[in-house]
Nanobody, 126 residues
Framework: QVQLVESGGGSVQAGGSLRLSCAAS????????MGWFRQGPGKEREGVAR????????VYADSVKGRFTISQDNAKNTLYLQMNSLKPEDTAVYYC???????????????????WGQGTQVTVSS
């Protein structure tokens, strides 16, 4: 019942910034964990950041701490990922995802996330 659509990807130089958006529909309450994942060329999909729609608590992968910020705009029903100080290793397809729960589990297990967007490409050049 939840649908997610990412946008905002593109090409930037190292050190630059980019903001990704994930338009969500199908919400009926504030009991969803939402997050961003990415998959670089030749790599497995990895968790980047997550936030709970009710609590607003945020968790980040070590690789992006201090550089990326996850947030939500309830009025627009949109999830964001603000990416600053981008590095070439950030190059990947970025996906937003969600699952229904009163809290976010303290792990990134892909199989837990029930809803996924189509992905948006981010390319960072040196």
């Amino acid at each position: 019942q939840v649908q997610l659509v990412e946008s905002g990807g593109g090409s930037v130089q190292a050190g630059g910034s980019l903001r990704l958006s994930c338009a969500a529909s199908g919400y009926t309450d504030s009991n969803y964990c939402m997050g961003w994942f990415r998959q670089g060329p030749g790599k497995e999909r990895e968790g980047v950041a997550r936030i709970h729609t009710g609590a607003g608590s945020q968790v980040y992968a070590d690789s992006v701490k201090g550089r990326f910020t996850i947030s939500q705009d309830n009025a627009k029903n949109t999830l964001y990922l603000q990416m600053n100080s981008l590095k070439p290793e950030d190059t990947a397809v970025y996906y937003c995802a969600a699952y229904q729960s009163g809290y976010c589990y303290n792990e990134w297990s892909i199989r837990r996330w029930k809803y996924w967007g189509q992905g948006t490409q981010v390319t960072v050049s040196s």
